[in-house]
């Protein structure tokens, strides 16, 4: 069996940053469907096997890998977006979260340069802004020594980007090996190691129709991967990590009640949202699909995205919660589809009717992008993934978005009342 032999040489940062690593590195690809995620949980599992305590990061705005990540290693992944934030949050979340980690495996997204728009906030642009160096996942399938331009191209084209060697995935046999490490060797790249080409080492799609509760799939998978890695030819580097930053301020100091919606049809949600409103109020978790209500005196409820419409037949009997929703005097942000569970109802199945407008599944098309907006005077930034759409004409949106070229967007966000909502993932929801 092959084995995919790892050696990290950690690069130091320069003198005048101040972030001194620890044990970090990012997975990055050519582009999407290379197996960076399939390589990620495997590496996040085989480590978290041998006790290292693993701290996962995922960069992009992406809900369904970090799932993936979690279920690997048991610990809660985090996303490093320099589009949806100032790069100095960028650095102090990554921070934060890796204080009391082992080791750091950050999932790129897309190809290794793909950003909103070039290079920002792509996979590279958080590697350079963090320091950390890139390991190569390659699809070397029907590819032999044509790899060598391509790997030369990523070694030349911009050298702050910290290449540290290449993984070659989908290798066919030992020759398409020696074939691939040869060309690698003739350009200067590091080979890390190669994995077979497998059919079980892929990861289920990540369409909006994936069934998350499959953890089990994600389990095995993780677990096939680690046994293709040698762990014994694993170097690790321990040095300690020194934080130099400040614990986020708190912009609000009330001390408020906030009930945030999660279970299997609402877990779209950012580990660094949680945190957010954790340090704005103590946080209650509630589930619709169990008919759990929610207090008259809650100050903000949060119903983010999800998958409401794999649940339709226990969302529409939840008449608990539904009616709880509609007595309650807090504020309600939704997203996606928190805001189909606030809708008249998903097709023809009745939901809790507090917008004005019914959404469906028919017809489903992909509607993508980031996206921004301002409220109250303040920048809201975030992102929008979704198949399904509002039922008829659309209602006048209430507040003009924004793709992230600066131009404008159909996309809607409505307020209705004690109702924010809208389509858009949002990293910080706005405290009202």
């Not at 997204?109 to 350079?128: N, T």
């Not at 190691?193 to 799609?205: D, Q, T, V």
């Not at 046994?227 to 408020?256: F, G, P, R, V």
């Not at 009717?353 to 975030?382: C, I, W």
């Amino acid at each position: 069996m092959y084995t995919l032999s790892v050696f990290f040489v950690l690069l130091h940062l320069e003198s005048n940053t101040t972030i001194n690593m620890k044990t970090a590195f990012l997975i990055a690809a050519a582009s999407s469907g290379s197996g960076k995620t399939t390589l990620t949980i495997g590496l996040l599992r085989a480590l978290h096997n041998k006790g290292y305590k693993m701290q996962p990061f995922k960069c992009g705005p992406d809900y369904i890998d970090p799932l993936y990540h979690r279920i690997a290693c048991d610990r809660d992944s985090v996303n490093l977006d320099t589009w949806m934030q100032p790069e100095q949050d960028v650095k102090q979340v990554f921070l934060r979260y890796s204080q009391d980690a082992d080791i750091c495996i950050v999932e790129g997204v897309m190809g290794l340069y793909d950003g909103a728009d070039g290079i920002r906030g792509s996979s590279a642009e958080i590697a350079e802004l963090l320091g950390i160096p890139v390991v190569l996942v390659i699809n070397a399938h029907s590819m032999a020594h044509s790899i060598a331009p391509i790997l030369k191209g990523y070694l030349t084209y911009r050298p702050v980007t910290q290449i540290s060697g290449v993984i070659f995935n989908n290798v066919g046999s030992p020759r398409h090996e020696q074939m691939l490490r040869r060309a690698a060797e003739e350009v200067g790249m590091p080979v890390i190691g190669a994995i077979p080409r497998m059919k079980e080492l892929y990861a289920p799609s990540r369409h909006l129709g994936l069934d998350i509760s499959e953890t089990e799939k994600i389990s095995q998978l993780a677990e096939k991967v680690a046994e293709i890695i040698n762990n014994e030819q694993l170097t690790i580097n321990n040095e300690q990590l020194t934080i130099n930053s400040s614990k986020l301020s708190t912009i609000n100091s009330k001390k408020s009640q906030i009930y945030i919606a999660r279970d299997a049809a609402f877990n779209f949600l950012y580990r660094q949202t949680i945190d957010y409103l954790c340090e704005r109020g103590r946080v209650h978790f509630f589930s619709p699909l169990a008919n759990e209500t929610v207090p008259q005196d809650a100050d903000l409820v949060f119903l983010p995205g999800g998958y409401p419409e794999f649940f339709l037949p226990q969302l529409s009997e939840s008449h608990a919660t539904m009616e709880s929703l509609r007595k309650t005097h807090a504020n309600i942000w939704a997203e996606c589809g928190g805001m189909m569970y606030l809708s008249e109802g998903i097709d023809d199945t009745d939901m809790t009717g507090l917008l004005p407008f019914r959404t469906t599944m028919q017809g489903a098309r992909l509607h993508l992008g980031y996206r921004s907006m301002m409220v109250n005077g303040k920048e809201l930034r975030g992102h929008e993934f979704h198949y399904s759409s509002i039922m008829g004409t659309p209602p006048s949106s209430d507040i003009q978005l924004f793709d992230a070229q600066g131009q404008p967007v159909e996309t809607g966000f409505y307020i209705h009342g004690k109702i924010y909502a809208g389509y858009t993932h949002w990293l910080y929801p706005l405290i009202t």
